[in-house]
Structure formats: structure tokens, C-alpha cells
């Protein structure tokens, strides 16, 4: 069972938490099968589009975006709030942003270059709940509610994390820098799964939260329907996707909920 007073990523040296995140044949096999389920998906936009449409039947989202505007809305994401927030929370824990990533990437590389998660299988989106203490994580769990048993096999494998059965545990382990963090998030999809409205869980930041433009992408981008939402609000043609993104620099408040 993972240690409660600490993790690997806080008290092991650099050079350990390396070779823990790349991980053995094991762990290996599972990067290359889940960078081939991901390539699959990018050469098959109609399982994208067949997934949007379901979410929009079921009255989780009102409309369904273009493959451009998911894109650009992923782009402006990670611009706008995953990244600015990641920087702030990883000053505030004294812990390297860029040494951090590299491990992410080391552990898994795919959910590194998937910010709205449409282009990744379940386990993938799992392994990314698992693997970062989330900005909130009820985007990643709303999603995944979207697959057929989706929450039952993330709530078996965080399980699985916490008794130390789980097969990414040495890896997973090199990058989770909070010790309880698998328990709340338990916690929060039992409770989540029993009513979906029950309060999100927030992850506590440093100063971020104090800009305008950072609260308002994170209550924009922050659940599935919010970030579906934006998406639709953007250009549909390439050149004026560009034009935007290179024009616009923070988050526009005018486009907040």
C-alpha cells in the first residue's frame, strides 16, 4: 500500500524517479498499445463523432463541435487554464514544472498530446485521473461516464492503486506528489456515482485563482458540457482558428458562463 505520509515522487532522487516512470516490459507494452488505440482513433474521426453525438443524445452536451473547433478548444485549454494552473500548483508544492512533465511523459506520453481526451481510449483517461492530482477532476470523470461501465473500471483500478495492486503502480507512484489524493478521489466517484451533483473536488491552488482570466477559463473549461460549449463558440475554418489563436492571448471573459 502506497506510503500515507509521502510518495516516491517527494522523497526519491531524480535518477530513481526516472527509471520508475519509464518502468519495465510491462509498463512498456502498455505505452505502445495505448499510443496504437490513440493513433487508431485519430485515422477514425467517426468513432470521435459517434461518441459527441451519444453525449449530446443523452443530454450531457448541447451540441456537437467540428473536428477543428475540438482541437483549437483543446489548444486554448491548455493555454488558458492546464497550464497556467499546473505552473502555479507546482511553485507552490517546490516541485520543478518541467522535471514534473518529463516524468508525465516518460509514464505516459499520450495523454500528454490529448488535453480534451476525445482521442484516447478509457484506460488511457484513467491513467491520466490516476497519474495527476487534477485541477478537478469531474471533466476526466464526466467523460469517461460516456463509455459503457467507464466509472466501474476506474473506480476498480483506483482501488487497485491504493492496495498497490495496480500494474502502473511504480510509475504512477513516480509522479503523484500527494499521498492522499487516490483516497479523495475514491471517495469523490463513489459519491459522484450515488449523485452526480454532489460537490466537486478542487484542487487548492496558489495565486491563480486571483486572475479574472484564470477563474473564468476554469469555470468555462472545468466540466465536459462548459469546455463542449466553448468549442461551438469558435470559428470553423482553419485560417480564422489560426488568426484567433495567434490574436487572442488570455482568456476572453466575454465567453465565460
Not at 4 to 13: E, G, I, K, V
Not at 163 to 185: C, K, N, S
Not at 224 to 232: D, E, Q, V
Request: hydrophobic share 40%.
Amino acid at each position: 500500500m502506497m506510503d500515507t505520509a509521502t510518495t516516491p515522487r517527494l522523497r526519491a532522487p531524480p535518477l530513481a524517479l526516472l527509471r520508475a516512470a519509464i518502468g519495465g516490459p510491462r509498463q512498456l507494452a502498455g505505452k505502445s498499445r495505448r499510443l496504437a488505440e490513440t493513433a487508431l482513433l485519430w485515422l477514425d474521426p467517426g468513432t470521435i463523432d459517434a461518441r459527441l453525438r451519444a453525449l449530446r443524445d443523452r443530454g450531457v452536451i448541447d451540441g456537437v463541435p467540428t473536428r477543428l473547433q475540438l482541437v483549437f478548444g483543446g489548444i486554448d485549454m491548455v493555454r488558458f487554464l492546464i497550464e497556467p494552473g499546473a505552473r502555479d500548483y507546482y511553485a507552490q508544492r517546490g516541485i520543478s514544472f518541467g522535471f514534473h512533465q518529463l516524468l508525465r511523459v516518460l509514464d505516459d506520453p499520450v495523454s500528454m498530446i490529448d488535453p480534451t481526451g476525445f482521442l484516447s481510449a478509457r484506460d488511457t483517461i484513467i491513467g491520466h485521473l490516476m497519474q495527476v492530482v487534477h485541477l478537478n477532476p469531474i471533466y476526466d470523470v464526466q467523460l469517461l461516464d460516456s463509455y459503457p461501465g467507464g466509472l466501474d473500471e476506474l473506480e476498480r483500478q483506483i482501488e487497485q492503486m491504493i492496495d498497490g495492486t495496480h500494474p502502473r503502480r511504480a510509475t504512477i507512484g513516480a509522479i503523484v506528489e500527494d499521498a492522499g489524493y487516490h483516497q479523495r478521489l475514491l471517495d469523490y466517484i463513489r459519491r459522484y456515482r450515488v449523485d452526480p451533483s454532489t460537490p466537486e473536488m478542487p484542487r487548492e491552488q496558489g495565486d491563480a485563482r486571483a486572475d479574472p482570466h484564470f477563474a473564468a477559463a476554469e469555470r468555462t473549461f472545468a466540466t465536459l458540457p462548459g469546455f463542449i460549449r466553448y468549442a461551438c463558440t469558435l470559428p470553423t475554418g482553419a485560417p480564422a482558428l489560426v488568426r484567433r489563436l495567434r490574436r487572442v492571448r488570455r482568456f476572453p471573459l466575454e465567453q465565460a458562463p
